[in-house]
Antibody, heavy 121, light 107 residues
Framework: QVTLRESGPALVKPTQTLALTCTFSGFSLTTSGMCVSWIRQPPGKALEWLARIDWNDYTSYSTSLKTRLTIFKDTSKNQVVLTMTNMDPVDTATYYC?????????????WGQGTLVTVSS | EIVLTQSPDFQSVTPKEKVTITCRASQSIGTNLHWYQQRPDQSPNLLIKYASQSISGVPSRFSGSGSGTDFTLTINSLETEDSAAYYCQQSEDLPYTFGQGTKLEIK
C-alpha cells in the first residue's frame, strides 16, 4: 500500500527558510524509475509543480522558483525533503508530495494529504 | 515552459448532463497529458492518463481524448459527487505544468 505524508511547520515568517518532509511507504526511492515531486496550491488557486527527485538523484525544479528550492532524499528513512528560502506571504499554500513511477508513467498516481503553510509575521 | 490553458474556468451543470472540459497546450505534447479531479479539501486524484487511457477504479463516465495541442475531458451523465475542480497536467517536458483548473458545480 503506497502512502505519502507531508510534515513541516504550519506557520513561517517572511524571509525564513521552509523545510518540508515527505515520508512515504509502500515503495522505495532506490527503485529504477521512481520519482517524488512537490506540488503546491495557494488557497483557491491552481496546482503548481515545484520540484522532482529521481531514484538516481537527478533533480529538476520549477523555472520560476529554482533559485529558492532544494530537494533531496534520505532513502534510509524513506523521506524526501524540500527547502524553500526567503519565504513570502505569496508562498502561503498547501504543499503536496506525489509519486511518479516509470519512464512511461509520468503522471502522479499517489498523493499525500497536503500540509498548509502560512507565511505571516 | 509549456503552458496549459483550460476552458471553461467554471461551469454550473445539472445531474445527468454531459460536460466537456478542454485543455490546450502552448506546443505539441503528443499524448503526454493527464487529468485529475480534486474535490473540496481533498488531494487531487488521477482520472485519465496519457490523454485517453482509463484508470482502474475511475467510473466509466469519465473519458479523455486528443493529441498534439488540444485535449478534452468528457464526463457523461454527471453525478452530484462530480462537483470538483479538474486539472490537466503535461509530462512532455520538465518543468511539469498544470492547467489553471476548471471548477464544476452540480446544481
Amino acid at each position: 500500500q503506497v502512502t505519502l505524508r507531508e510534515s513541516g511547520p504550519a506557520l513561517v515568517k517572511p524571509t525564513q527558510t521552509l523545510a518540508l518532509t515527505c515520508t512515504f511507504s509502500g515503495f522505495s526511492l532506490t527503485t529504477s524509475g521512481m520519482c517524488v515531486s512537490w506540488i503546491r496550491q495557494p488557497p483557491g488557486k491552481a496546482l503548481e509543480w515545484l520540484a522532482r527527485i529521481d531514484w538516481n538523484d537527478y533533480t529538476s525544479y520549477s523555472t520560476s522558483l529554482k533559485t529558492r528550492l532544494t530537494i533531496f532524499k534520505d532513502t534510509s528513512k524513506n523521506q524526501v525533503v524540500l527547502t524553500m528560502t526567503n519565504m513570502d506571504p505569496v508562498d502561503t499554500a498547501t504543499y503536496y508530495c506525489a509519486r511518479t513511477y516509470g519512464d512511461s508513467n509520468r503522471f502522479f498516481d499517489f498523493w499525500g494529504q497536503g500540509t498548509l503553510v502560512t507565511v505571516s509575521s | 515552459e509549456i503552458v496549459l490553458t483550460q476552458s471553461p474556468d467554471f461551469q454550473s451543470v445539472t445531474p445527468k448532463e454531459k460536460v466537456t472540459i478542454t485543455c490546450r497546450a502552448s506546443q505539441s505534447i503528443g499524448t503526454n497529458l493527464h487529468w485529475y479531479q480534486q474535490r473540496p479539501d481533498q488531494s487531487p486524484n488521477l482520472l485519465i492518463k496519457y490523454a485517453s487511457q482509463s484508470i482502474s477504479g475511475v467510473p466509466s463516465r469519465f473519458s479523455g481524448s486528443g493529441s498534439g495541442t488540444d485535449f478534452t475531458l468528457t464526463i457523461n451523465s454527471l453525478e452530484t459527487e462530480d462537483s470538483a475542480a479538474y486539472y490537466c497536467q503535461q509530462s512532455e517536458d520538465l518543468p511539469y505544468t498544470f492547467g489553471q483548473g476548471t471548477k464544476l458545480e452540480i446544481k
